[in-house]
Nanobody, 124 residues
Framework: QVQLVESGGGLVQAGGSLSLSCAAS????????MGWFRQAPGKEREFVAAISRAGVGTSYADSVKGRFTISRDNAKRTVYLQMTNLKPEDTAVYFC?????????????????WGRGTQVTISS
């Protein structure tokens, strides 16, 4: 199995940028499709982005398309989420997740391993 730890969250003004990282330990992350989800207070956890095992394919939620970029460095066992043009509605706890099947899914139930999350707050 794999253990995931997110970092890079913080407080940013609207229009700003932030980069999140997800460091993996245990089993190599090249065995997993990796995703980012987020959960705002009082809301369901929602899909943000995902990247295939080799990093060739990506998938994004419509709400972040064109603003967020997911990438991975399997040698460094790290997945990244670069966020630009941030909006107050992007405020949430962001979670990294790993999925053993190598096809995209926006369903949180399809991801077997999760980090504990990192808080992102966007001020208006």
């Amino acid at each position: 199995q794999v253990q995931l730890v997110e970092s890079g969250g913080g407080l940013v003004q609207a229009g700003g940028s932030l980069s999140l990282s997800c460091a993996a330990s245990g089993r190599t992350i090249s065995d997993y499709l990796m995703g980012w989800f987020r959960q705002a207070p009082g809301k369901e956890r929602e899909f943000v982005a995902a990247i295939s095992r080799a990093g060739v394919g990506t998938s994004y939620a419509d709400s972040v398309k064109g603003r967020f970029t997911i990438s991975r460095d399997n040698a460094k066992r790290t997945v990244y989420l670069q966020m630009t043009n941030l909006k107050p509605e992007d405020t949430a706890v962001y979670f990294c997740a790993a999925r053993t099947k190598n096809f995209f899914s926006a369903s949180k139930t399809e991801y077997e391993y999760w980090g504990r999350g990192t808080q992102v707050t966007i001020s208006s």
